[in-house]
């Protein structure tokens, strides 16, 4: 029966999920339970092809996210995958009325991993519009649940929070980047002389699109505010311990916050959300 087909490709991409990103499970789980499912559908399939990009080294990656993409859009205009992950996306991708778009600027990011570029200010943005925001988009189309209005009105915070997020991920995973994959996102930086001044800088840039960005966490719906406020509260927590750290101390080491922290900051985002506090 389809209804278990479905069923089993939203499995998948929850599962996916958690094995791969214990913070945004952590953030899903606070989500309004209708909400859960299709966000999870949206990692997996951004997940699936983060990996193709990031780990399979040892196969032909430039044709298998090139199959993935065809693949996906087929999906989309059939209604129906037999890749699970998927099937998953294209009734989430439907449903609510995801844009195209979001699509094709996501994949485009992925193709730009692929190639050692040396990122341009031009560049950069558009790798964080495809790779971050456009994803925050998608998730906004599902907590707005196809309100036009409520989706344009917190559109620009959206695109804010994603922003910050994909600058925390760049300073946290700088060393790895450079070192196994032979990445520098940052425009104008040469990695093993990454300085203070230059770490300030981009903190700078974070810290305002933090502020920005919770300003429209504020306005989400009741449903999504809680967890996408966990979202953001481990972000900034991850934030705070990088600015703490020298630049060439975060060379040296990938920060991270552990478990116990995560559900620390669990509970205290759940009573502050509680509290009206955020």
Not at 95 to 106: G, S, V, W
Not at 206 to 213: G, K, L, R, V, Y
Request: hydrophobic share 40%; glycine share 4%.
């Amino acid at each position: 029966m389809k209804k278990i087909f479905d069923e089993v490709s939203a499995q998948c991409s929850q599962l996916v999920t958690k094995r791969y990103s214990t913070s945004f499970s952590l953030g899903i789980r606070f989500l309004g339970k209708e909400l859960r499912e299709p966000i999870y559908s949206i990692y997996g399939f951004v997940r699936l092809a983060d990996e193709i990009v990031d780990s399979f080294h040892d196969y032909d990656k430039e044709a298998m996210l090139g199959k993935l993409k065809r693949e996906c859009f087929e999906a989309l205009e059939e209604q129906i995958s037999i890749n699970p992950i998927l099937n998953a996306f294209q009734a989430v991708v439907n449903r609510y009325q995801i844009e195209r778009e979001l699509i094709e600027l996501f994949l485009e990011s992925m193709e730009m991993d692929l190639l050692k570029n040396e990122y341009t200010p031009k560049k950069y943005k558009k790798y964080i519009l495809g790779s971050a925001q456009v994803v925050g988009l998608m998730c906004l189309r599902v907590f707005t649940n196809r309100d036009n209005n409520a989706y344009s009105q917190l559109k620009p915070s959206a695109m804010m929070l994603g922003s910050a997020f994909q600058k925390v991920n760049f300073l946290r995973d700088i060393s790895d980047d450079y070192s196994k994959l032979s990445r520098s996102y940052f425009p104008g930086v040469d990695i093993p002389k990454f300085s203070n001044r230059e770490k300030l800088s981009i903190e700078k840039e974070i810290s305002d699109e933090f502020n920005s960005a919770l300003e429209g966490i504020k306005l989400l719906p009741a449903s999504s505010r809680n967890g996408v406020y966990l979202a953001y509260t481990y972000y900034k927590k991850l934030f705070d311990k990088i600015r703490r750290k020298d630049s060439q101390a975060v060379l040296q080491e990938r920060i991270r916050i552990s478990n116990f922290k995560k559900f620390l900051l669990m509970c205290n985002a759940s009573l502050r959300y509680k509290a009206n506090k955020l």
